[in-house]
């Protein structure tokens, strides 16, 4: 079976640690294929674009692991989106370069957009994007986030397009499993008016992880010191669930 995986970076390898994600685990011990397509600092547009590359790449079943919706995409110097692209459209910053699989490095070669959490373009200014973004970039942002970046909009957006790109796995008779944790817990507030997680209500429970049932940072042991963000312990644990969630597809 070929199991992509589709994320940020809790769903990506560390190179100094070879084998140890979950995900790695997780194939070797049930001898599927690997397809490690996420990237340290997606967002949730550059997970929908991933699932869609998983799909090229024909991919028998998607892991999804939704992220923040703190997170932008912008082009790089003289290019655009393209859609035929897919997920090579996505740039991988040099900084996290271990993070990212063979796969990944192959895929993101061209790219013609940079896709972070919006303070990592400050903080990584200079080891990952001075030389591929505007020189003003950093002067735009600011008035960006100052002026006109809302988190419920990005929020209502993201929502839809990752609740689309589920139905693009659905049409085509592909299985996946989705966790909702990082896109709204923390955000859902319980009032009617924030309740973006009813975007996602029509999937089938089978192929839904609530955060109810499964957060990562309360259920896996927190350590940063590898790129995936937590402990090698607990990637045995996050291994052991998804594979009994598989089953029960």
Request: glycine fraction near 4%; aromatic fraction near 12%; charged fraction near 20%.
């Amino acid at each position: 079976m070929k199991l992509a995986v589709c994320g940020d970076s809790w769903f990506t390898i560390d190179r100094n640690a070879p084998a140890a994600s979950f995900s790695e685990i997780l194939c070797y011990q049930q001898n599927w294929e690997l397809l490690n397509i996420s990237r340290p600092g997606a967002s949730n547009f550059a997970i929908c674009i991933q699932i869609d590359h998983a799909i090229r790449l024909g991919a028998d079943f998607v892991i999804i692991n939704t992220t923040d919706p703190v997170r932008i995409e912008v082009p790089l110097i003289g290019k655009t989106y393209a859609k035929d692209r897919v997920g090579e459209n996505i740039s991988y910053p040099k900084a996290r370069e271990n993070s990212i699989s063979d796969l990944g490095k192959q895929m993101m070669q061209d790219p013609n957009i940079a896709v972070d959490p919006l303070t990592n373009f400050v903080d990584t200014w200079d080891s990952s994007y001075k030389n591929i973004l505007p020189n003003t970039f950093l002067n735009t942002l600011q008035s960006y986030i100052a002026d006109m970046f809302d988190v419920n909009t990005k929020l209502q957006y993201d929502s839809w397009a990752v609740s689309d790109a589920c139905r693009r796995l659905l049409n085509r008779q592909i299985p996946f499993l989705i966790l909702n944790d990082q896109i709204y817990n923390g955000y859902n507030s319980g009032c009617p008016n924030y309740d973006f997680e009813v975007d996602l209500n029509w999937i089938p429970k089978q192929y839904l992880i609530h955060y109810d049932d499964f957060a990562l940072r309360r259920e896996l042991d927190v350590d940063n010191k590898y790129d995936f963000h937590y402990s090698l312990s607990s990637s045995k644990i996050l291994a052991d669930y998804v594979l009994t969630r598989i089953k029960a597809v």
